[in-house]
């Protein structure tokens, strides 16, 4: 049975118009934000002249987070602090101010951070345990995630990936593995008129249920292994659970005609650098690593394109299937030189040996520049 796997990072998007990590971190501390009673982050209207909430505060806690950290990114990585950085130093003050996750080695900084933010902190609401310190960091990861969710949503034609379509239609069984949280994969996939399957299969209404609906036979499955802007969390009368709503979540429906509770108006996606880390076992992300080592381990080829191998605990995934088995190997698509792709840590002390044992080849070309013949030579049965 003809079969080829798919990994696919943020990169694959930027064709579309999805912004970059630097536009994003942009968008997160000198765009105009303002924070409404819905508990939501919404882009200031030109013309609105009311308040901006706690947003404000909010921007400015989170660019004196950036001063604190960016000295230990420039020695360590030699490059600017993004929102990733951000939103993962927030959540760590926030699970140690809650004593979620205690961590004594940061303590010094959370302190030095408290002492700098106390005349923001002063007016903050207090609505985690009377802490306005924790509260604050908390809206401010908010903020984060609403940034990324906002940018990401004003991106919604494919561009440059109609092969996948292509290779859809050339094998019996195609995994595609995605970090993005916008939808363009689904919209490629519906323009060609194929199904697929993304492990909600569960219709109520407006509403299709997460079951881990992946079928075992030939088939077009997607992953998305760190969520998307189409993935909330609902109330059923049974029980609480992920659903994948296509409008307006606001105004959906069950099949009974009456309105859902949405218990959370953020859409599932992750964020961070290390933080995101500790959602990959449990959950509805746990189920989606569980299916991504399943279904990894039954490739002998990944075809990866547009991903920065930054994400540590993705790589760890990744380079125990490389070593799984002999025949294991990597395709990347990269029109760029070898050392643009070692220059991440990952391939750079380990990219001689995989090269030597086969486990590497690089495509020059981008995901946009390739037609199905030139991905068919990777099909495996």
């Not at 912004?19 to 013309?47: C, F, M, N």
């Not at 940034?147 to 990401?152: D, E, K, M, N, S």
Request: charged share 25%; with cysteine.
């Amino acid at each position: 049975m003809a079969r080829l796997a798919f990994f696919f990072g943020s990169g694959i998007s930027y064709e579309a118009g999805a912004p970059s990590v630097g536009a994003i971190t942009k968008s997160v501390l000198q765009g105009e934000w303002i924070a409404h009673t819905d508990s939501r982050y919404y882009p200031r209207p030109i013309d609105y002249a009311g308040e901006a909430g706690d947003a404000i505060r909010a921007q400015e806690f989170l660019r004196r987070i950036q001063r604190h950290i960016q000295p230990h990114i420039e020695a360590r990585e030699q490059r600017e602090v993004h929102y990733e950085d951000l939103f993962s130093a927030v959540r760590q003050i926030v699970q140690d101010e809650m004593f979620e996750i205690p961590n004594p080695l940061i303590a010094e900084s959370v302190a030095a951070i408290r002492q700098a933010t106390a005349d923001l902190t002063a007016p903050q609401r207090a609505h985690i345990d009377n802490n306005a310190f924790a509260s604050l960091a908390d809206r401010s990861s908010d903020l984060i995630q609403w940034a990324v969710a906002f940018g990401l949503s004003r991106v919604r034609e494919p561009r440059g990936i109609n092969v996948i379509g292509e290779v859809a239609r050339l094998v019996e069984n195609l995994d595609i593995f995605s970090l993005n949280h916008e939808c363009l994969i689904e919209a490629q996939l519906r323009n060609h008129g194929l199904r697929f399957f993304d492990g909600f299969g569960e219709r109520n209404g407006d509403a299709v249920i997460f079951n881990g609906d992946w079928p075992d036979a030939a088939a077009v499955r997607l992953f998305k292994l760190h969520g998307s802007l189409d993935w909330y969390r609902f109330r059923f009368p049974e029980w609480d659970q992920y659903a994948r709503v296509a409008g307006s979540v606001d105004h959906a429906r069950g099949a009974d005609g009456k309105w859902l509770s949405l218990l959370q108006p953020m859409p599932m996606f992750l964020t961070g650098t290390t933080v995101k880390e500790q959602a990959y076992g449990h959950g509805l992300v746990g189920e989606l690593f569980t299916q991504f080592r399943q279904r990894i381990s039954g490739h002998r080829t990944v075809v990866c394109c547009g991903y920065g191998w930054g994400d540590k605990g993705i790589n760890i995934r990744l380079d125990q299937w490389l070593r799984d088995a002999k025949e294991n190997r990597v395709v990347l698509l990269h029109p760029g030189t070898e050392a643009e792709i070692t220059a991440s840590r990952f391939w750079r002390f380990r990219w001689a040996d995989y090269r030597a044992a086969g486990k590497v080849l690089v495509v020059p070309k981008w995901l946009s520049d390739c037609r199905g013949e030139d991905l068919t030579p990777f099909v495996t049965q």
